[in-house]
C-alpha cells in the first residue's frame, strides 16, 4: 500500500476528465514547465492549512509552520478552492497547448471534488482526528534522513509554536479540542467507537516515537520543548478518552452518501452494488487458479499428501526469515525481480536498484502494512522512494514471531507490488521528470496507483517460482475480497465476523492482518480497498483492448513505458492517451491510416 496520504483533504484524489491529448505544439519541457507553474499555486494557496505536509509535496517556505484549526475552517479552505477554479477556468479559456489544457481541467476537477468532500464533511460528520498521529506523521516527514538539515531546523520552531510558547499562537491541543468539542451538540455523525479505542491505544507509541524521529538526528536544544508537547499530547489523550470516546457510535456503517463520496474520492466510479459483483465472481475465479496450482507448488517443494492451497501457504509460512536476514532476503527477491523485468522485456529499468528498509515501532503503528515511501515529487533533490517493511520485533526470549512480511514466498508479490515493476517504477519514473505536477500530484488517486501495483505484480508473476506464483494469487485474492466485502460492511449487508471468517480461512491472512483489514475497510479508509482490483480491471480492460486494436503487433515494454511515462492519469483518461497516442500511430505506420474506436 503506498503511503503519503496521511489525512483526508490534504491532497486532491478523483479525477473524472474527459480532455484531448493531441500532438505535440512545444517542447516537452516547455509545457510541463508552464504546467508546474500553475500547479505551483494550486499547491500553495492550500499550504497554509495543512504545512506540515507541503513540505513533503514539495512546496517551499512552510516548513515551520503549523496546522490551521481556526475560526471557520472548512469555510475558509472552500473559499480558496473557488478562487482556485476561477483562476484556472480564465487560464483554460487562453490556454492553445492540448497537454496543459488538459492539466488545468485535473486541477480544477481537484478543487471541484475538494468542495464537494469539505462541504458534506462539514455537514454531516464531527471532525474527528487522531493529533498525535498527525503531529508524528509531519515531524517523521521534515526529519527523515533525506532532508537537509537546514530545513529539519524549522522543527525547533514547529515546536514552540505546537506548545503555545511562540508569541500570538495557542498549544495546538486546545485548538483541536475547540474545533471538535464546540460541535458536540449539533447532530452530526460522531467517529466509530473501534477507531477512537484504536488511537488511544496506539497514542503513546506516537508521542514516545517522537523521541526516536528527534534523537535520530544533529538537532540541538529540543528537548525541553519536545517534553513540553509530549505532556500537552498526553493530556489531549484523555481528554479524548473522557469526552471523545463517551460520544462515539456503536456502528461502524456509513450513511451510503458518504460511502459513495468515499469511492469517489478514492478514484472508484462504480456502486457498491457493481462492485460487490465483480468481487465475488473475481474471488471465484482467482480461488479456482490457487486451487489448481497448490498441488504443483507442493511437488515443487517435498510437502507429501498436501494438496489442498490452504494447507500448502500455511507450510511456505513456516519459512520464516528473521533478524538481518530479512532485508538481504528482500533485496535478493527485488534483483531477482529486475532480471525477470530485463530478461523479459517487460519495461525500461532505472539505473540503481530499488531501495527497501524496515519501519520503526512508530512508523508500523502508524501504518502497519508494508508500502512505499514517496518522497517530494516537487523541487526533489535527490531523496528517492522507499520500500518499507513493518517492523516484526523480536520477543523477550530471543525467539521471534511469526509473520505474513517474513517468508520468501510471500517477498515476490510484495516486491512486485511496493518495488518493481509496481509502485517504485511509478514514482522514480516520474522524479526522472518530464511528468506534470499536474499528473504526479492533482491526478493522484488509489484507482491509478494501486491498479498499477497490482497489474504489475501481475505481469511478473508467470516469471516467478511456483511458491511465488501462488502468494501473488493469494494477493489478487485478497483484493478480490476487498472490492466484495469492503461496500457489504460499509452498507451493513455482511458483519465484521463474516469478513473476518474469509480474510482468515480462505485468503490464509493471519490474526494481524486480518484485524488490519477490517479496520481499513471499517473505519481507517472506508472503500480504498476497493480501489486496487477496480484500478486493476481497468488497465487489464486497457490492455486487452490495445492488443486487439494491434492485431498481434503488441510491443508489452514500449506499452508499459508509455503507461509509466503519462504519471497518474485517471482509467479514463489514460484511455485517450493510449488511444491517440499509443494505439493510433502505430496503426498508421502499418497500414498508412488510423481508425480509432473507444
Request: hydrophobic share 45%; aromatic share 8%; net charge negative.
Amino acid at each position: 500500500m503506498l503511503m503519503k496520504t496521511l489525512t483526508r483533504g490534504l491532497l486532491a484524489t478523483t479525477m473524472l476528465v474527459s480532455a484531448a491529448f493531441s500532438a505535440p505544439v512545444m517542447a516537452a519541457e516547455d509545457w510541463v514547465e508552464r504546467s508546474n507553474k500553475i500547479a505551483y499555486e494550486i499547491l500553495e494557496s492550500g499550504a497554509k492549512f495543512a504545512p506540515e505536509f507541503s513540505g513533503q509535496t514539495g512546496v517551499d517556505g512552510y516548513d515551520e509552520d503549523i496546522f490551521d484549526l481556526g475560526e471557520n475552517l472548512e469555510q475558509r479552505r472552500m473559499a480558496v478552492s473557488r478562487a482556485n477554479i476561477e483562476m484556472l477556468a480564465a487560464l483554460l479559456e487562453r490556454e492553445e497547448d492540448a497537454r496543459v489544457r488538459q492539466d488545468i481541467e485535473i486541477m480544477i476537477q481537484s478543487e471541484e471534488d475538494s468542495i464537494e468532500s469539505t462541504q458534506i464533511n462539514l455537514d454531516r460528520v464531527l471532525p474527528y482526528f487522531s493529533l498525535s498521529r498527525l503531529i508524528f506523521a509531519g515531524f517523521n516527514g521534515l526529519l527523515d534522513k533525506q532532508v537537509p538539515l537546514e530545513r529539519q531546523q524549522a522543527a525547533l520552531v514547529r515546536l514552540k509554536k505546537y506548545t503555545g510558547q511562540a508569541e500570538g499562537f495557542t498549544p495546538l491541543t486546545l485548538q483541536a479540542r475547540e474545533l471538535v468539542g464546540k460541535r458536540f451538540d449539533s447532530g452530526l455523525i460522531r467517529p466509530f467507537r473501534g477507531e477512537v479505542e484504536q488511537d488511544l491505544e496506539r497514542a503513546e507509541e506516537f508521542i514516545k516515537g517522537l523521541d526516536e524521529v528527534f534523537g535520530n538526528t544533529e538537532l540541538k536544544g529540543y528537548e525541553e520543548d519536545l517534553a513540553l508537547l509530549q505532556t500537552q499530547l498526553r493530556a489531549h489523550v484523555e481528554w479524548v478518552r473522557a469526552e471523545i470516546l463517551p460520544r462515539t457510535r456503536e456502528s461502524a456503517v456509513l450513511p451510503r452518501e458518504l460511502y459513495e463520496l468515499n469511492l469517489k474520492n478514492w478514484g472508484v466510479d462504480l456502486s457498491p452494488e457493481a462492485l460487490i459483483e465483480i468481487g465475488r465472481v473475481a474471488f471465484m475465479n482467482i480461488r479456482n487458479e490457487m486451487i489448481a496450482l497448490a498441488p504443483l507448488v507442493a511437488a515443487d517443494k517435498g510437502y507429501d499428501g498436501v494438496t489442498d492451497y490452504r494447507a500448502v501457504i500455511t507450510l511456505l509460512k513456516e519459512e520464516q526469515v528473521h533478524g538481518e536476514a530479512l532485508l538481504d532476503a528482500y533485496r535478493e527477491v527485488m534483483l531477482g525481480l529486475d532480471a525477470i523485468i530485463e530478461e523479459n522485456d517487460l519495461m525500461s529499468l532505472p539505473d540503481e536498484p530499488a531501495r527497501v528498509r524496515m519501519a520503526t515501532a512508530a512508523e508500523t503503528a502508524q501504518q502497519p502494512a508494508a508500502h512505499l515511501d514517496v518522497p517530494r515529487l516537487v523541487g526533489n533533490t535527490g531523496e528517492f522512494p522507499e520500500f518499507i517493511v513493518p517492523l516484526i520485533a523480536q520477543n523477550e526470549d530471543g525467539s521471534w514471531p511469526d509473520s505474513d512480511y517474513a517468508f520468501k514466498a510471500q517477498m515476490w508479490t510484495l516486491s512486485a507490488h511496493e518495488a518493481r515493476p509496481g509502485h517504485e517504477m511509478q514514482f522514480t519514473t516520474m522524479l526522472r521528470g518530464g511528468v506534470s505536477t499536474a499528473r504526479a500530484i492533482f491526478a493522484f488517486n488509489s484507482a491509478n496507483v494501486e491498479g498499477w501495483a497490482l497489474y504489475a505484480e501481475a505481469i511478473a508473476k508467470p516469471y516467478m517460482p511456483l511458491d511465488g506464483q501462488l502468494l501473488s494469487l493469494q494477493g489478487r485474492l485478497l483484493r478480490a475480497q476487498r472490492i466484495w466485502m469492503d461496500p457489504m460492511l460499509n452498507l451493513g449487508l455482511a458483519t465484521r465476523e463474516d469478513a473476518r471468517r474469509i480474510l482468515m480461512e480462505e485468503v490464509m491472512e493471519d490474526e494481524t492482518g486480518a484485524k488490519s483489514e477490517l479496520d481499513r475497510y471499517i473505519f481507517r479508509m472506508p472503500g480504498q480497498a476497493t480501489a486496487y482490483y477496480y484500478g486493476y480491471s481497468k488497465l487489464l480492460g486497457l490492455r486487452a483492448d490495445t492488443e486487439l486494436k494491434l492485431k498481434g503487433n503488441f510491443p508489452e515494454k514500449e506499452f508499459h513505458d508509455f503507461i509509466l511515462a503519462q504519471g497518474l492519469l485517471p482509467p479514463q483518461v489514460l484511455r485517450k492517451a493510449v488511444m491517440e497516442n499509443f494505439v493510433a500511430p502505430r496503426l498508421k505506420a502499418g497500414s498508412g491510416a488510423a481508425e480509432v474506436v473507444e
